[in-house]
């Protein structure tokens, strides 16, 4: 089936460590984003990439890394800069043509401990 | 720059009542608007979007919502609520063109249906 698929669904981090949350889509889009979300606060847009090897920032882009070296892949790095990394990350791709529907994966679940 | 506001953080209503979720957007342009519905610890699952087509949109699970410009409004209604329809809704407008297109989401509002 086509879709979005984001692991892990939950992962722990101590303080001070990097961690990595996949996302890989089989849909043949061109536009892969990453939102975070907290309660209370909706999605907001952490980095967003239109084709491979090319990305830019969001809202909220002070302590992640991402990379496109191929389409269907999007992973984000939550570095040890993110002061309060704990939250729900959901990744989202579309086709990059205006108007078009952005389908979302499950979300991964990042807790620091 | 585009926003949009979703008044009331919780909605409850009885099982058969109306559902009617409110959002109010601003936007320079045209703006393509959507709502998204989201149960616990899933994603978002896209119910309607509106693209200029027509101001009333009908979505899925028997949600829709109308289009008013001179309101910036894009409420989301359903005739009969069902206890299914427990989620968290969010309303969307896109900033940007083509490739470069995002999505501002509302903060969120999260309906409760009573038996």
């Given at each position: ?36 979300q ?15 090897n ?36 959901l ?23 | ?24 957007y ?90």
């Open positions: 089936d086509g879709g979005i698929t984001q692991s892990p669904k939950y992962l722990f981090r101590k303080e001070g460590q990097n961690v990595t949350l996949s996302c890989e889509q089989n849909l043949n889009h061109d536009a892969m984003y990453w939102y975070r907290d309660p209370g606060q909706g999605l907001r847009l952490i980095y967003y990439s239109q084709i491979v090319d990305f830019q920032k969001g809202d909220i882009a002070e302590g992640y890394s991402v990379s496109r070296e191929k389409k269907e892949s999007f992973p984000l790095t939550v570095t040890s800069a993110q002061k309060n990394p704990t939250a729900f990350y990744c989202a791709s579309r086709q990059g043509v205006t108007g078009n529907t952005i389908y979302f994966g499950e979300g991964s679940w990042l807790t620091v401990v | 720059a585009q926003s949009v506001t979703q008044l009331g953080s919780h909605v409850s209503v009885s099982e058969g009542a109306l559902v009617l979720l409110r959002c109010n601003s936007s320079s342009v045209p703006p393509y608007l959507f709502w998204y519905v989201q149960y616990p610890n899933q994603g978002l699952q896209l119910l309607l979007k509106y693209t200029s087509a027509a101001t009333l949109v009908k979505g899925i699970n028997g949600f829709e919502a109308e289009f008013k410009k001179s309101e910036t409004s894009f409420h989301l209604t359903k005739p009969s609520a069902h206890m299914s329809d427990a989620a968290e809704y969010f309303c969307a407008v896109s900033r940007g063109q083509g490739g470069s297109e995002k999505l501002v989401f509302g903060k969120g509002t999260k309906l409760t249906v009573n038996p």
